[in-house]
């Protein structure tokens, strides 16, 4: 038991393969996907209108960077982790402190990711 049930993800990523495979491994953790989303203008709009629990965001939105979205999210109080294949290096300094999961990632790399953003502790039966 992942003890992910019920929590609401924001997934805002523009590769729809990529999309489908974070969907697929929320959903086997329990997570419910609120939208998934590829571009910035539409992720802004979900991250400040719809009851999220947690955002998976890719920094590289077809040329444009999602921290608009990260920092609506901030504001909101929602955590949030970024998924890159850039690394935390490309992170502004205000978002540094921020998770950071590398593509490409494993089902246990984001569960365990999903655990930090969200304050839990570790499954002791993992």
Same mark, same amino acid.
């Given at each position: ?45 979900? =991250? =400040? ?39 935390? =290096? ?37």
């Amino acid at each position: 038991m992942s003890g992910f049930g019920g929590i609401k993800v924001l997934i805002v990523e523009d590769e729809g393969f990529v999309a489908l495979l974070i969907e697929n491994m929320l959903q086997d953790l329990g997570c419910e996907i609120v939208a998934s989303v590829a571009g910035l203008k539409e992720a802004s709009t979900v =991250a =400040a209108a719809e009851e999220i629990d947690l955002a998976v965001l890719d920094i590289n939105l077809g040329g444009e960077r999602s921290f608009p979205v990260a920092e609506v999210l901030r504001e909101r109080g929602v955590p949030f982790l970024f998924s890159t294949g850039y690394g935390s =290096a490309g992170l502004p300094a205000e978002f540094s402190g921020c998770q950071v999961l590398g593509k490409p990632f494993s089902a246990k790399a984001l569960e365990e990711a999903l655990r930090r953003a969200l304050g839990c502790h570790p499954d002791p039966t993992a």
